[in-house]
């Protein structure tokens, strides 16, 4: 696992050009510290990280697949298999705010998840999903296309005042006020054994996720 985590860093290091910031060689120190004790770790803008499921462990999970219904945009779905690449996402701010790389996040800011592989941003809309019918949730845009429809609102479960590691969260949609949510319906064809990633109004215990594996950035001492 130490490795994986090492892995990651070095890929980051060589090829991942954050104008939010350049990921620097501390992701590596970051990312070993992670890897032997998450408690108290804080997840920071430009922390690269996997989302599980709190119910069922699936990894929030997307990958160069269309839907075959609703918007035909790149899928999102729950994936069962903790060492998958394509289950990584970059947590950035919204555009034209002050937050930096390595800033801590608070309860109720207004974040986006860019897709690691696929540069694309965490989605969700009114067209329906795939297996339930509740809001689809998918993967849209790039590097210089993003809109509100990537926004999400963190919440902390508990008295948590920033977002740290193995922390239960929801996000809810700005747009469309949908609970990032999944459940142990699973596609039986083009994503076989993987489970529906959808968007749901109402909270409910299917949409809790913790932040699990990743490159945890230090946070920037302010000046």
């Not at 701010?93 to 860019?114: E, F, V």
């Not at 809810?172 to 319906?185: E, N, R």
């Not at 950035?217 to 302010?222: A, N, R, Y």
């Amino acid at each position: 696992m130490a490795m994986g985590f090492f892995g990651l860093a070095l890929f980051l290091f060589l090829t991942f050009d954050f104008d939010q910031g350049s990921p620097s060689s501390t992701s590596a120190s970051a990312s070993a510290a992670s890897s032997s004790s998450s408690q108290n770790v804080q997840v920071t803008y430009g922390t690269v990280l996997k989302l599980m499921h709190e119910k069922t462990k699936f990894r929030l999970h997307s990958h160069e697949v269309p839907y075959g219904s609703g918007s035909g945009q790149q899928s999102v779905t729950g994936f069962p298999n903790v060492d998958d690449s394509n289950s990584y996402w970059i947590v950035r701010p919204p555009p034209d705010t002050s937050a930096k790389q390595g800033d801590t996040i608070p309860d109720g800011a207004i974040i986006r998840l860019q897709h690691m592989r696929t540069r694309k941003w965490l989605h969700s809309h009114l067209h329906a999903s795939p297996i339930s019918g509740n809001l689809e949730v998918s993967c849209f845009g790039g590097e210089s296309e993003s809109d509100t429809g990537d926004y999400w609102r963190l919440l902390i479960e508990g008295s948590g005042k920033t977002w740290k590691q193995d922390q239960r969260i929801r996000l809810q949609h700005i747009d469309t006020g949908g609970y990032l949510h999944s459940h142990d319906k699973k596609y039986a064809r083009i994503a076989g054994g993987q489970q529906e990633v959808c968007g749901v109004r109402e909270k409910r215990a299917d949409n809790v996720w913790l932040a699990a594996e990743g490159v945890y950035l230090p946070i920037t001492e302010s000046k």
